[in-house]
């Protein structure tokens, strides 16, 4: 990515919260990537309550831009192999909410 200018920029981001957690809580974040569109990337994360599993929270945004024009850049196969994460343990649980 360094090659072709690329940088990692948040740009649009949702957050759902279910439960906030209390101050000694512990919580457990999932992230993946996606590989739809050609323009930006899509990350999503599900946090979990650590001690009983329970979906406590959600979120997704868009990423990527060039780093001298600052504009979303079309992302090449080589770029989004690199990236792509491993799909959730419970696909159920990465489904927004209506």
């Known amino acids: 990515?360094?090659?072709?200018?690329?940088?990692w920029v948040t740009a649009r981001m949702h957050i759902e919260v279910y439960k906030y957690p209390a101050w000694s809580d512990v919580?457990?974040?999932?992230?993946w990537g996606h590989s739809e569109g050609r323009i930006?990337?899509?990350r999503d994360w599900i946090i979990r309550d650590y001690s009983n599993g329970e979906v406590i929270g959600r979120a997704t945004s868009k990423w990527m831009m060039h780093q001298?024009?600052?504009?979303f850049q079309k992302v090449s196969d080589e770029v989004r192999d690199e990236y792509l994460?491993?799909?959730p343990k419970n696909p159920e649980a990465s489904q927004a909410s209506d």
């Not at 990515?1 to 940088?7: A, G, T, V």
Request: aromatic share 0%; charged share 35%.
């Open 40 to 42: 930006g990337t899509r």
């Open 85 to 87: 994460g491993s799909p």
């Open 68 to 71: 001298d024009s600052r504009r």
């Open 1 to 7: 990515m360094r090659r072709l200018n690329l940088i």
């Open 27 to 31: 919580v457990e974040i999932e992230t």
